[in-house]
């Protein structure tokens, strides 16, 4: 049986999309508030597409640091009596089954984090990792894709919201800066630019991306 196309596209690894909203920027001493992935598939054209979409609002580990400056930035009311947040060890557990079983279904080896200048994303996640003595992160423990860089490839554009636009791809303002919507934006232009290098700059036609099926 001819396995998934995805598997040899990203030498074995899944792109998946990670946003984390935080108290800080210290992704050891600084509390992780929201966290969401969402993985990617081809649809029935070949083309890279979002997928499955899971996001948690965080409890703040005990003796977590939260910075006023953070929290204004983002919004969050992390002690709201209506937040619905949960342990952080728990939404790694949630988050990582969805990811094993994407994964699994690309018979793709392992994920690999997407994020819009991912090097904070990847460091707030090891460090939950580490804090949950979790044993299953399905994640590369360091390599990366940064829509940043490749925004900046594709459109001259590094700022999130100014790729996106130059994308054109629908954005709202007043809704960025939740992990969730912005882990959708950020999974939107990464597949807009991987649909864009195989069509256009690589000469490979989207369809052509199905010949291992």
């Not at 690309?106 to 997407?114: I, K, M, N, S």
């Amino acid at each position: 049986m001819d396995k998934h196309p995805l598997s040899k596209r990203f030498r074995g690894f899944l792109p998946v999309v990670v946003d984390v909203e935080t108290g800080g920027f210290n992704p050891q001493t600084d509390a992780l508030l929201e966290i969401a992935a969402v993985t990617v598939t081809h649809d029935d054209r070949g083309m890279l597409v979002p997928d499955e979409e899971i996001g948690y609002h965080i409890k703040p580990f005990d003796g977590a640091n939260i910075e006023k400056a953070a929290i204004e930035f983002n919004g969050i009311d992390p002690f709201h009596p209506l937040r619905p947040a949960i342990e952080e060890a728990e939404a790694l557990q949630k988050i990582f089954q969805v990811v094993k079983k994407a994964v699994s279904m690309h018979d793709c080896t392992r994920a690999v984090l997407v994020g819009h200048n991912p090097a904070m994303d990847i460091g707030f996640l090891n460090a939950a990792v580490k804090r949950a003595d979790n044993k299953h992160n399905p994640f590369h423990p360091f390599s990366t894709f940064d829509t940043a860089t490749l925004g900046g490839l594709a459109y001259g554009q590094t700022v999130l919201a100014q790729a996106i636009q130059a994308a054109e791809i629908e954005w709202e303002n007043d809704r960025a800066h939740s992990a969730i919507y912005d882990t959708q934006k950020t999974a939107e232009l990464f597949c807009n630019i991987v649909n864009r290098w195989d069509s256009e700059t690589n000469g490979i036609s989207p369809q052509a991306n199905r010949s291992g099926q």
